[in-house]
């Protein structure tokens, strides 16, 4: 699978929130390569435990800025983030839980596909609301 390549597709044109989806991309990618590298599961965990826990950050960067802008569509977008954090929290269970759990190309595409849609559908949304109050 190939990795991800940020591009200017993916920018909301905040750069606050680019940084973080570069991020985002890059610890995708880390998980991707030592996926392919055949890496242990010790350091498959820590990628993985750490992508959670930087997609939790993130969210809540968002969220609060909605918060502080009123942003209409609030509600709809915190229920995406919340659908994805369930999702790989229970990947990241399952993962730790059994030692028969890979993280695979399946995997993989979930996560790469969900946070490429996510930007460029649900978050691309934002954006405009969010550069007129003033967001950088
Ligand atoms: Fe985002
Ligand atoms: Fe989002």
Redesign the pocket.
């Known amino acids: 699978m190939a990795l991800l390549n940020w591009n200017d597709n993916l920018s909301v044109k905040i750069p606050s929130i680019d940084e973080q989806h570069k991020v985002l991309i890059n610890m995708i990618n880390r998980l991707q390569d030592a996926m392919s590298s055949g890496d242990s599961r010790a350091v498959l965990g820590d990628i993985f435990d750490g992508l959670l826990k930087y997609t939790a950050q993130h969210?809540s960067y968002?969220e609060k800025l909605f918060a502080e802008h009123s942003y209409p569509d609030t509600e709809a977008?915190k229920k995406?983030?919340q659908a994805f954090v369930a999702k790989v929290v229970d990947l990241h269970k399952q993962f730790t839980g059994s030692s028969n759990f890979m993280i695979g190309v399946d995997v993989m595409k979930f996560l790469t596909d969900w946070l490429v849609n996510?930007i460029q559908g649900?978050?691309a949304k934002y954006s405009s609301h969010l550069v007129a109050k003033g967001v950088r």
């Open positions: 969210f968002e977008h995406e983030h996510h649900v978050d």
